[in-house]
């Protein structure tokens, strides 16, 4: 029953080992320390993770429930589009989705729940994740209950001894955010992040710049694509990336090209033509400031030259 452990130094080699969560991510930085520590339990995974500059879309699984916390303070995780700190605590449910942007190496953990839980008080989450406020106390007994349990956790080793285990921990977690729901505080802004309409709204976003992102986008036309008018446009992104839609898609684009040059399968500038970048000097300026490396190096390295 013990923990498993995932380290990264790499930007091209990191993949999320989260059970029932699916992420994309678009790295910040140009290299990482990155580490995933997760407790698979029956009924229950828990995961912890040390992180590194990113912008994130994720979605959970259908039938369970996860619970997300920090695990340290330090410049505030832009989450569903809002900003804060400690005391907060997140929850998604049945195939929620979530936004999240860290600009600094951020710890945070996660309980995933299967199957799905009902019945406890705990708020309904909708299409995408619901953040709210609870106590100081509240957070720190998570922060420590999930420390507790990755470090007993390893010490049952006889296999008859797991089953029991694994249940009264199960049941400590369940108790510990049953305790942090009770204490939530009613806020403004958690009000506005929770917002189904306006995620809704950057989800369609997100979908139409999906089939684009190797051409110009004109504001105007992604507006009518999407239904809504160009200032909700602009809004949205800046909202849910912390950043102009025109970088937003630049650094986007960037980062699938590395992803093609990792692969070794294309040339450089068929790479950089895939994805919109015609100006082949300016891209290449472009992607030395983003990787510290040029195009060709990345490719030369994949291809073990």
């Known amino acids: 029953m013990a923990p498993k452990i995932f380290r990264f130094a790499d930007i091209d080699a ?4 989260v059970r ?7 790295p910040l930085v140009r290299k990482i320390s990155a580490e995933q520590i997760i407790l698979n339990l029956a009924g229950c995974d828990v995961n912890y993770t040390k992180s590194f500059p990113r ?12 619970i997300g916390f920090s695990m340290d303070d330090g410049t505030p995780i832009r989450f569903n589009g809002v900003e804060r700190d400690r005391s907060v ?13 860290e600009r600094t190496p951020r710890q945070y953990a996660s309980f995933v729940f299967t199957p799905e839980i009902e019945g406890r008080g705990w708020p ?17 007994s998570l922060r420590e209950l999930t420390l507790q349990v990755l470090s007993v956790s390893s010490g049952f080793v006889d296999p008859s001894d797991v089953p029991a285990a694994s249940a009264a921990i199960r049941e400590s977690l369940l108790a510990a955010v049953d305790t942090a729901f009770a204490e939530v505080v009613t806020t403004q802004w958690a009000t506005r992040a929770n917002s189904a ?6 989800r369609d976003v997100q979908a139409a710049l999906a089939g684009d992102i190797a051409h110009p986008v004109y504001s105007g036309e992604l ?7 160009v200032r909700t446009i602009h809004d949205a992104v800046k909202r849910y990336r912390g950043m102009s839609l025109h970088r937003y898609l630049r650094l986007r684009r960037l980062w699938l090209v590395r992803q093609r040059l990792v692969a070794g399968t294309h040339s450089v500038k068929a790479c950089a033509l895939a994805f919109g970048f015609w100006h082949l000097s300016d891209f ?9 490396e040029s195009p060709s190096e990345t490719l030369a390295r994949s291809r073990g030259a």
């Open 223 to 229: 507006a009518k694509q999407v239904g809504v008018s």
């Open 14 to 17: 990191f993949r999320s080992s």
């Open 55 to 66: 912008i994130t879309d994720a979605q959970l699984a259908p039938n369970c429930t996860a």
């Open 89 to 101: 605590i997140v929850i998604g449910s049945n195939g929620a989705a979530f936004s999240q942007v």
């Open 197 to 202: 309409r306006h995620f809704e709204v950057f």
């Open 124 to 140: 309904r989450a909708g299409p995408n994740f619901r953040i709210f406020e609870t106590s100081v106390s509240a957070q720190l």
């Open 284 to 292: 290449s300026r472009s992607y030395r400031s983003q990787f510290g």
């Open 20 to 26: 029932h969560l699916s992420v994309d991510f678009t």
